[in-house]
């Protein structure tokens, strides 16, 4: 059987770089072991989910480069979840309770006065036929619970622990004691579905293989688990990777609009470093900028994914950014470059790119090139030697060596006090591109304004 995750992001905000690491290592396993990507949007909570996010959503993934041509919303499965609730109900593994918020607040407090878990009683599943008739034909309707299949001390108070077990791909053995928790309600009293119960039947129905997620979802896994064989399904395999924390180590929220991908896209990150960076981030291997997804992938490995939390450091982002940009090729950016109005073709490129830490830093190299500079004079009769000396167009790469060569005869400078006060003058900048590659875009005319400025 071929491999099958999914990335389930609910529509109830934007994504982040939290989220998009779920993303990035469901996507690099299935591209790795040749398995298939799905995009589950859950959207269950139809007062926070709208379709705005949904779709800010696929957008970030889409930039992001995510195939994303297999999706599906819980919101369409709705019938698909009635007929499996009502084979549960049928079979009492989902019952019905009506206690109000109040009412199960009130018993929480009474449980832990007496030093007791403070765990559902489930005194509904004790209630008699004539009272529950009675509460519904009060109007009273129901929510449901799921009886978990734990062990009940004879006086049905405290439950034994029961433990589920699994082999997590990152984590090693885990166990999650189930009779330390509370009968989860996986149908609210107006009849909608909670993610516990939704989740299941769909990783169910749509052959999910493994379930790749942070590790703020283990303890739902024990009750997943619980829930996969109460519906008669093998349980996927589960992965889960520690979240990440900023750099005070706090966890990322999904309001951290600065972490946000659209955020991150506005910044000017390249997709591929806020991969890498998501990807490669709490592993054991280096966080080095990747040009493609699949050389991700082809280093992928969950044995590298480390179980401390992995730290996102936004100045690491701009590095790796500036490094990812120093080797891309002309042809990965060559439209991008139009669209800035940068010319100059692959040579002005090849000119420039070591210098970038945006690629939206091109046009300004482009702007200094070919448009107005304000030159800076640090030696003035230097400058005036070196106009007289410009050799005639046209130019290419051996113009400033064998140019400044002949300034340096004509005036004995070297060194620093040859080449600063030309930069100075031909850049207004201190540092920048090799000279010997931008002076054939800046040309003989601009030049020789600027040394006689
Ligand atoms: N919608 C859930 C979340 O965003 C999905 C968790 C899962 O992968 O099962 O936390």
Redesign the pocket.
Known sequence: MGTIV?????PTGRLHIG?IR?AVLNYLFALKSGGRFLL?L?DTDIERSTEAFAEGIRRDLAWLGFDISWQVRQSDRIARYDLVAERMKAAGLLYPCFESEDELERRRKRQMARGQPPIYDRASLRMSGDERARLEAEGRRPHWRFRLPNTESADQLVPLPTLVSWNDLIRGDQTVDIGSLSDPVLQRADGSYL?TFT?VVD?IELGITH????A??IT?TGV?IALFEALDAVPPAFAHHSLLVDGDGQALSKRLGALSIEGLREAGYEPMAVLSHAALVGTSDAIEPHASMETLAAAFDFAKISLAPGRFDASELEGLNARLLHTLEHVAVRDRLTALGVGGGEAFWLAVRGNLVKLADARMWWDIATGEVRPVVEDARLLSVAASLLPNEPWDTATWGAWTNAVKGATGAKGRALFHPLRLALTGRESGPELKTLLPFIGRERALARLSS
């Open positions: 999914r990335f389930a992001p609910s989220n779920t589950r859950d993610y989740s990783d379930v790749v997620r942070g703020d979802h739902n997943q």
